[in-house]
């Protein structure tokens, strides 16, 4: 059997040492704390280091332990010993982390579901976006592109948010990790309002409705250009 002993340790700055580190939780008065993992430190009983590995959001898929959508790394014990798993976070903005500890089995087990739910939604959005395509193509009507627009946005934040992008379509490109789901986000968001626009034009509305409408697309596209 396998017996972990684990601490999580959050805070902004450098400390002293781990016994200053590991009080700031309940000097705090944090009782649950949710993270993402950036590196991490597996030391045995009697202290020193086993293994140490660097993960996260902000490193190209091949830099990581494991070249899984999810910050991830392999833990290598020995039946019967304890251990101390330090992790060490960091984020630039809210900090959401289930985490999990898992045999090998079960990890591909869960992995290999995920990205087949991933890989299935994708689909889907992309065949919205592509039917919005040639229904504007061949109607000429404006209000299947701004659809196809909403639909691709929505889609790449999708892929950006869980992970596939990083894994697929910008593996190398950290920069995308960081900025594509703002971006996209802002032009879903535009789309949207260009898109209920359309489809409400013919009810009657007060003579502000449009320009404000209007203005709000402008300045959440601007955002995104910016």
Known sequence: THELRSRLIIGTGKYAGYDLMAECPELSGTDCITVAVRRERLLDAQGRLVQQAATGSYRAIHERPLHVRTPA?????QPGERYTLWLRVQSSGPMV????????NGFLAATLAEQTLQGLLAGIAL???????????????????????????????SVAQFGVGAQFLWPDTP?????????????ASGSTILFVMHVL??????????????????????????
């Open 73 to 77: 790394f392999q833990m290598q014990m």
């Open 97 to 104: 982390l289930p985490l999990h500890i898992s045999k090998v």
């Open 127 to 157: 065949t919205l976006v592509l039917y919005s395509l040639i229904q504007w193509l061949s109607l000429r009507d404006t209000l299947y592109l701004k659809y196809a627009m909403l639909a691709g946005a929505s889609a790449m934040f």
């Open 175 to 187: 920069w995308f990790e960081l900025h594509v789901a703002g971006l996209a986000a802002l032009i």
């Open 201 to 226: 034009r013919d009810l009657p509305h007060s003579r502000w409705y449009a320009p404000a409408m209007n203005a709000g697309a402008a300045l959440l596209f601007g955002l995104a250009v910016a």
